[in-house]
């Protein structure tokens, strides 16, 4: 069963840093694109990053470029976001998904990014 | 970037009605369209996929048409686990963009 279960959430102060974690379970992680998305209180999704299966080809919307990283640990089975210079509008739910051809069946949980002084 | 407009934002409805959400792209986007249901605190599910293509394991009273820029999702006879939000999803290019989403409430 393909499991997807991201962490690192939690309130920080505008100018900030934050690193997200999704840990995968259930199919062969480096096989797979894997991306980012998150969706802000109350509002839509908005696509954020994505990554190939080595890590060597990433993207990232114009709203993050930057500021965000996205990196994965294929021995560990884990996708990363590492989150800089954040601000209020950053707040979210940051999603991972598992790539099915640039479209997704499969999401995690998600994690709370409040972004606040 | 490609634009994705879904109409109506929300929609009443009734159990047993059939409903039919619309989104329109910016520009041809071919078949490569998603459509997703979102319920409240929970992550999306994936319905629709290449605008026509069900998702194993989703009832078949769903079904998506359209190609190029204006797309349909419907709900041949709505039931109660249904009411939920419903996204779509273009994947011609990148960046990637979802419509604002479509609210469906009990009338």
């Known amino acids: 069963e393909v499991q997807l279960v991201e962490s690192g959430g939690g309130l920080v102060q505008p100018g900030g840093s934050l690193r997200l974690s999704c840990a995968a379970s259930g199919f062969t992680f480096s096989n797979y694109w894997m991306h980012w998305v998150r969706q802000a209180p109350g509002k839509g999704l908005v696509w954020v990053s994505r990554?190939?299966?080595?890590?060597?080809?990433?993207t990232y919307a114009d709203s993050v470029k930057g500021r965000f990283t996205i990196s994965r640990d294929n021995a560990k089975n884990t996708l990363y976001l590492q989150m800089n210079s954040l601000r209020a509008e950053d707040t979210a739910v940051y999603y991972c998904?598992?790539?099915?051809?640039?479209?997704?069946?499969?999401w995690g949980q998600g994690t709370l990014v409040t972004v606040s002084s | 970037d490609i634009q994705m407009t879904q109409s109506p934002s929300t929609l009443s409805a009734s159990v047993g009605d059939r409903v039919t959400i619309t989104c329109r792209a910016s520009?041809?986007?071919?078949?490569?369209l998603a459509w997703y249901q979102q319920k409240p605190g929970k992550a999306p599910k994936l319905l629709i996929y290449k605008a026509s293509s069900l998702q194993s394991g989703v009832p078949s009273r769903f079904s998506g048409s359209g190609s190029g820029t204006e797309f349909t999702l419907t709900v041949s006879s709505l039931q109660p686990d249904d009411f939920a939000t419903y996204y779509c999803?273009?994947?011609?290019?990148?960046?990637?963009?979802f419509g604002g989403g479509t609210k469906v409430e009990i009338k």
């Open positions: 520009q041809s986007i071919s078949s490569w």
């Open positions: 990554s190939n299966g080595d890590g060597s080809t990433t």
């Open positions: 999803q273009h994947y011609n290019s990148y960046p990637l963009t």
């Open positions: 998904a598992r790539d099915s051809g640039s479209y997704f069946a499969y």
